[in-house]
């Protein structure tokens, strides 16, 4: 395992009560921007997003290396998804990807939710509820006019809105504390009504729990 900071949600927990806050299960790496000396800034996120969902997959699932940006372009060309000028270049990816790569190392299945314009998340609010209590794996989330990848680890439900956890790859830093994440935006509640209207979303759902004992991924 790397020496990446873990879990950096929990710096965001203490923003609602617990009341109806519904959060990823198990352990995970945050992965960003240069994390791990390679510089990806403007095109990596898609990746980053994937590795920090593929750490999760080592500590609760099956235990992995987490793949490169170069190796997870090698599985997309092994899987005829890209043609093979895709290895080395930096073209993005998305949900689908993802989706793809995570059913080729882990043999596990994901379920794509896809969102015509962001004013209609509140549509599919009760997939991601069902999705924490069910399985509490993180989430992917990319859009087209928004797209910027993102890491989804919770869903808090209010009488006006709800919020989603976001763990965003696209920092550059050392980061020290999941303090400083969230204090600086890397780590947010975002409401759904903050979301983009004019793009749609696709969300990638990896459909498997952790396997670990003694672990709420929900709290009512």
Known sequence: MSNLL?????GALNVFSSENTY??????EYYHYLCDGFDDKGWGCGYRTLQTICSWMNYNHQNK???SIREIQDILVQLEDKPK????????????????????????PCKIVHVNKGDELQKIVDILVNHFKTFGSPIMMGGDIDCSSKGIMGIHLDERDASLLI?????????QTQEFLFNKGW????????????????????????QCKNTRNYIT
């Open 85 to 108: 000028s895709f290895l080395g270049s930096r073209q993005w990816i998305g949900s689908f990807e993802v989706c793809l790569v995570i059913d080729k190392l882990y043999d596990v």
């Open 23 to 28: 959060l990823v299960s198990g352990t995970y």
């Open 6 to 10: 873990k879990n950096v949600h929990e």
């Open 167 to 175: 763990v965003d790859p696209h920092y550059v830093g050392k980061e």
């Open 187 to 210: 780590v947010k509640w975002q409401p759904l009504r903050d979301f983009l209207s004019s793009s749609f979303y696709n969300l990638c759902l990896p459909q498997v729990k952790a």
């Open 65 to 67: 290396d987490v793949p």
